[in-house]
């Protein structure tokens, strides 16, 4: 890794034009900004290279203006959706990138747990707070959550993007939604990545996944639960868990 130098982001890895996978988006050409480095560690994260100390040697820090060039390269020019996400790129300074983007036509999507609020979450254009349910093993600590929202002051378009396992994690996205009916809520079936050091990392459990999208709208729509959406990824669907696509 080259170390992080004052006002860079540090990043893992920048792709496209490809689709958005999941979430309020899905479907969308998009390029992606990966960063490195996340203050969380989900028992499922399936993006650990982008988390982990062991890949930390992959990841570079790059100025506002490097990483803009690289998503005017890759874009052509063309004013695209761009993707935030990690890793936890809350954790990353992007209000001059979100501003430098804007001026072009460019709209920005950032993809944070809502553990760290930041000032620019107000820049964005789709905040998307994906609060980790129990089967990560991780603890939501709402007062950093409701930090967040209120940074982004009513301007992005805000939603709520939950990862739903088991029952536990069913209960837990239903808490969530009461506490914020205000947003918009997008849930989507867990997915059991291969453990590191799998031979096949992207390989999916594609019969898995679909027996728990059945279970997840069969408990939706058991409950009424009409204002939930449930969508499956449809990057893991297409690629399995590949890297950069
Ligand atoms: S918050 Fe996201 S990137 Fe961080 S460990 Fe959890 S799933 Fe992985």
């Not at 988390?51 to 930390?56: F, G, K, P, Q």
């Not at 990690?86 to 209000?95: E, H, R, V, W």
């Not at 001059?96 to 460019?106: A, S």
């Not at 499956?232 to 297409?238: E, G, K």
């Amino acid at each position: 890794m080259s170390k992080q130098q004052s006002g860079d982001v540090l990043i893992s890895e920048i792709f496209g034009p490809t689709i958005q996978g999941e979430g309020a988006l899905i479907g969308q050409p998009s390029i992606f900004v990966r960063t490195g480095g996340c203050d969380y560690r989900c028992s499922w994260c399936d993006s650990l290279h982008a988390v982990e100390s062991a890949y930390r040697s992959d990841w570079r820090s790059m100025s506002t203006q490097k990483i803009w060039q690289k998503i005017y390269e890759l874009s052509g020019g063309v004013p695209l959706m761009v993707s935030l996400s990690g890793g936890n790129p809350a954790i990353q300074p992007f209000g001059e990138l979100i501003d430098l983007g804007h001026q072009q036509g460019y709209r920005f999507a950032l993809e944070t747990q809502g553990s760290v609020a930041k000032h620019w979450f107000c820049e964005l254009d789709v905040l998307v707070l994906s609060p980790k349910p129990p089967s990560s093993n991780m603890e939501t600590h709402w007062n950093s959550f409701n930090a967040c929202l209120e940074a982004a002051g009513g301007k992005p378009q805000s939603l709520l993007k939950i990862v739903v396992f088991d029952e536990l994690d069913y209960a837990y996205a239903r808490d969530t939604a009461s506490r914020y009916p205000q947003l918009p809520v997008y849930l989507q079936p867990g997915n059991h990545t291969p453990p590191p050091g799998d031979s096949d990392q992207a390989a999916i459990d594609l019969a898995g996944l679909n027996e728990r999208f059945d279970w997840l709208v069969a408990k939706v729509t058991a409950d009424q639960w009409f204002e939930a959406r449930v969508l499956p990824q449809l990057h893991v669907l297409l690629w399995g868990n590949k890297r950069g696509v």
